[in-house]
């Protein structure tokens, strides 16, 4: 971990984090606006890190992380402390009127492969079995985030959006330029993310690699059930995928270098996914790993979280 962002982490003291209005943006900062099951907010500090994965990596660079690429974060913003929850979405469904298509990719535990079960939603995904309020939503595809973050924004007068692809890697290092924000060892996993463990093998037993670990959950976990990272954000690797704003490509040529969206005319073919799940191998619950998905799909492993931009008046 480099000088600055050593002199971040100690700034930020997660632990004693509490809820205030948004009158400042010291990092790790956390902000509410609004009282009914609005998302906390993180102020995440500006920065730079570099974004990918080094060249000479023991990794499948399927996804084009190699090599990896300067950033420049060159404004605090806010990213929700947790994934997205299902009482949050909740609000906005009953506001708005929601009505969900009924269709969403689920395992299938008998076929041992994902199917497209038409009597599974975001209300009832399937996984968890019963799941609560404080579980993260699921079954919702890149429109449905986008508007959500639209009728928050909206609801709230604040620039609430999407997080970028860059923005959200450089939340997920929290200052880390290892494979993962832990290390370089998978076995590291559990104490802050719930992916493919030898809990989760053992109830539903898959070959792809697992993390040598034991988190407690066999599938999705309520939001903030581990502990969250250096910069107080939770889940960022692992339990849920996350929507970002950008086009997936297979290559960092050309990609902004100020941490903005990447984002073609005319819209994208596919869109990125980061962070893995609760069902990942350890090889893709990576910072560096790009998922991706169309627009338009629906995964009981796939959620989001939303980022906001600090006001002028903030920032000054």
Same mark, same amino acid.
């Given at each position: 971990?480099? /000088? *600055?962002?050593? =002199? *971040?982490v100690a700034a930020i003291g997660v632990a004693a984090i509490g809820v205030t209005p948004a009158s400042s943006v010291e990092p790790g900062k956390v902000v509410k606006d609004c009282?009914?099951?609005?998302?906390?907010? /993180?102020v995440v500090p500006a920065g730079k890190f570099r974004m990918g994965t080094p060249l000479g990596t023991d990794i499948n660079n399927e996804t084009g992380e190699m090599p990896p690429v300067e950033m420049t974060i060159p404004k605090p913003f806010l990213l929700g402390? =947790? #994934? *997205?929850t299902r009482g949050e979405f909740e609000v906005f469904a009953r506001e708005t009127k929601f009505q969900p298509k009924i269709l969403c990719r689920v395992w299938n535990r008998g076929r041992m492969r994902y199917v497209d079960d038409s009597n599974r939603t975001w209300r009832e995904p399937g996984v968890p079995a019963a799941p609560t309020p404080s579980h993260p939503v699921s079954c919702v595809n890149w429109h449905q985030a986008k508007a959500y973050a639209a009728w928050l924004a909206a609801k709230t007068g604040k620039p609430y959006r999407l997080p970028? #692809? @860059?923005?959200?890697?450089? &939340? &997920?290092? @929290?200052?880390?330029? @290892?494979l993962y924000p832990w290390g370089d060892n998978p076995a590291g996993a559990c104490k802050t993310s719930n992916i493919y463990d030898i809990t989760a093998r053992r109830a539903t037993p898959q070959a792809w690699p697992h993390a040598a670990c034991v988190d407690g959950f066999a599938d999705i976990a309520p939001v903030a059930s581990l502990e969250p990272n250096a910069f107080g954000l939770y889940d960022m690797i692992g339990n849920v995928w996350e929507f970002a #704003?950008?086009? @997936? =490509?297979?290559s960092h040529i050309g990609r902004p270098k100020d941490g903005k969206a990447w984002v073609w005319e005319g819209g994208c073919k596919r869109i990125i996914q980061r962070g893995g799940g609760w069902f990942t191998s350890t090889e893709r619950s990576r910072p560096g790993y790009h998922g991706d998905a169309t627009a338009t799909d629906h995964f009981d492993f796939g959620g989001f979280r939303v980022a906001r931009? *600090? =006001?002028p008046e903030e920032l000054k």
């Open positions: 971990m480099n /000088v *600055l962002f050593t =002199t *971040l009282n009914e099951r609005c998302p906390e907010m /993180v402390r =947790t #994934e *997205l970028t #692809e @860059a923005e959200w890697e450089y &939340a &997920a290092r @929290a200052g880390s330029s @290892a #704003e950008d086009c @997936a =490509t297979k931009d *600090l =006001t």
